[in-house]
Nanobody, 126 residues
């Protein structure tokens, strides 16, 4: 079992920045690829960013160049740095852990992730 706890959401003006953290407890954090998803009211959960076990990253086109994900295996924590935020980034953000057998794998499909954080609200005002 892995428990994921998120922090760092909040209210920010357009153009501002936020950093989300996702801290894991339980089984070895380094054996999981990590993903970030978001869900706005009335919309499906969508992939935002992912980081493989080896540190490779992949981003949705909508956030490429503005968001950066990273991980610190010594702290069992993944991060999502969000810059140049836009009102359309407003959503509940979730981190998730995928027990990927490959150190290179990043998946964008929510069903591939076994463990999820509780979600944190990000609101961007115009």
């Amino acid at each position: 079992q892995v428990q994921l706890v998120e922090s760092g959401g909040g209210l920010v003006q357009a153009g501002g920045s936020l950093r989300l953290s996702c801290t894991a407890s339980g089984r070895a954090f380094r054996t999981y690829a990590m993903g970030w998803f978001r869900q706005a009211p009335g919309q499906e959960r969508e992939f935002v960013a992912g980081i493989s076990r080896s540190g490779g990253t992949y981003y949705a086109d909508s956030v490429k160049g503005r968001f950066t994900t990273s991980r610190d295996n010594a702290k069992n924590t993944a991060y999502l740095q969000m810059n140049s935020l836009k009102p359309e980034d407003t959503a509940v953000y979730y981190c998730a852990a995928n027990p990927a057998p490959s150190i290179l794998a990043i998946t964008t499909t929510p069903d591939s992730y076994d463990y999820w954080g509780q979600g944190t609200q990000v609101t961007v005002s115009s």
